[in-house]
């Protein structure tokens, strides 16, 4: 059974950074594409970026560049999401998704409409 399990959400004060954790079980981690996107209630979810299977490559929606890093450890089936110099308006819920990368040509995919297998999501509160 695919299951994915976020952590590391909480509390944090503008300006702070927060480490998530995104760790997989039920597949074979290193031959997916992975995905980090965020909800407020009420909006569209929004992508952050992605992490691909092959040679770690990481693609990040315009507005995410420089403060959110992506990375993956395939040994632990967990991927990361780092983000720094946190702003009030970054408060979410954070949820990571899966796609196999033989469904998807080319690289990790960022609209959520090609991932298959989704976390409940951890949330993300930047206040002071």
């Known amino acids: 059974q695919v299951q994915l399990v976020e952590s590391g959400g909480g509390l944090v004060q503008p300006g702070g950074s927060l480490s998530l954790s995104c760790v997989a079980s039920?597949?074979?981690?290193?031959?997916?594409?992975i995905g980090w996107f965020r909800q407020v209630p009420g909006k569209e979810r929004e992508v952050i970026g992605c992490?691909?299977?092959?040679?770690?490559?990481?693609s990040y929606a315009k507005s995410m560049k420089g403060r959110f890093t992506i990375s993956r450890d395939n040994g632990k089936n967990t991927v990361y999401l780092q983000m720094s110099s946190l702003k009030p308006e970054d408060t979410a819920v954070y949820s990571c998704?899966?796609?196999?990368?033989?469904?998807?040509?080319?690289?990790?995919?960022?609209?959520?409409?090609?991932?298959?297998?989704w976390g409940q999501g951890t949330q993300v509160t930047v206040s002071s």
């Open positions: 998704a899966v796609v196999p990368a033989t469904r998807v040509r080319g690289y990790c995919p960022k609209s959520e409409y090609n991932y298959s297998y």
């Open positions: 992490i691909s299977s092959r040679d770690d490559y990481t």
């Open positions: 039920g597949f074979s981690w290193e031959f997916h594409h």
